[in-house]
C-alpha cells in the first residue's frame, strides 16, 4: 500500500456517527456565523477520548472509471493514536500516532517515520486539525469553506499553496445535532476520490494499549 493512500485513510477525526449510505443531498448555503460553528465542533470534539467503529472505503479512479470497495474497523483514541484494521477484500492494518505509521501486512511489518517525509508529516498536521476540530491552523495552505442544510455542515478544504496540492482537497459532513461525522471523501490531484462511511460506533471506552503499538 502506498503510503500517500495508507496515511489518507487516517483523516477520520472523533465524534463519528452511524450512516449507511450518503445522505440525499439538500441545496447547501453558506454558514451564517462560522466562528461560532467553528467554537462548537471543537467543544464536541474534545469531549470524544476514544471511538470504535466500522468502516466502508471506496476508492474511486478517474482513469480507470471504476471503483474498489473494503471494509474493516477503526481504533480511535485521544492525542493522535489510530488504528484501522482492514478486512475484506484483503487484511492489514495500518497504525498512526504523532510520529510514525506502521502497516502490517501478509506476516510483513513496516514502520515508517512521518517527519522524514514532507508529505506525510503534512497530512499529520491535516489529520491533527481534523481530530481537533481546530482547522483554521491549516491556513494558508488550505482555503476553508463552510456550508450548511437543514441536515448537515459540510467543510471544504481546497488547496491553496503546491504543497497541500500534493494531498488533493477533503470534503467533511458533519451531523447538525452533534457535530459527528457522517462521511469523508480526499480527492488527490489525479482526480481519484477516497470516501468513508462509518457505522456501529461505540465512544469513550476503554482501548488496550497494544492496538497502537509500533515498535
Given at each position: 500500500m502506498p503510503v500517500k493512500y495508507a496515511i489518507a485513510c487516517l483523516l477520520i477525526f472523533a465524534g463519528t456517527n452511524a450512516l449507511a449510505d450518503r445522505p440525499a443531498q439538500e441545496p447547501f448555503t453558506p454558514v451564517a456565523q462560522t466562528e461560532a460553528f467553528k467554537q462548537k465542533w471543537r467543544e464536541a470534539s474534545e469531549t470524544v477520548r476514544?471511538?470504535?467503529c466500522n468502516f466502508v472505503q471506496t476508492k474511486y479512479f478517474a482513469l480507470l472509471d471504476e471503483q474498489i470497495t473494503s471494509k474493516g474497523r477503526l481504533f480511535y483514541r485521544q492525542k493522535g493514536c489510530i488504528r484501522l484494521d482492514y478486512h475484506t477484500p484483503a487484511a492489514?492494518?495500518?497504525?498512526?500516532d504523532a510520529r510514525r505509521m506502521k502497516i502490517t501486512a501478509?506476516?510483513?511489518t513496516t514502520v515508517?517515520?512521518?517527519a522524514k517525509n514532507k508529505t506525510t508529516a503534512h497530512l499529520n498536521r491535516l489529520i491533527t486539525a481534523c481530530l481537533t476540530g481546530r482547522l483554521d491552523e491549516l491556513t494558508p495552505e488550505y482555503r476553508l469553506v463552510f456550508t450548511e442544510n437543514r441536515i448537515l455542515y459540510r467543510i471544504e478544504l481546497?488547496?491553496?499553496t503546491s504543497r497541500s496540492s500534493q494531498v488533493g482537497s477533503v470534503?467533511?459532513?458533519l451531523d447538525r445535532k452533534d457535530f459527528s461525522v457522517q462521511q469523508?471523501?480526499?480527492t488527490d490531484p489525479s482526480n481519484d476520490r477516497t470516501s468513508y462511511v462509518f457505522t456501529e460506533i461505540q465512544k469513550n471506552i476503554p482501548l488496550d494499549d497494544a492496538l497502537f503499538d509500533i515498535p
Open positions: 476514544s471511538v470504535v492489514y492494518a495500518v497504525v498512526l501478509d506476516g510483513k515508517y517515520e512521518a481546497q488547496p491553496s470534503e467533511i459532513l469523508l471523501t480526499v
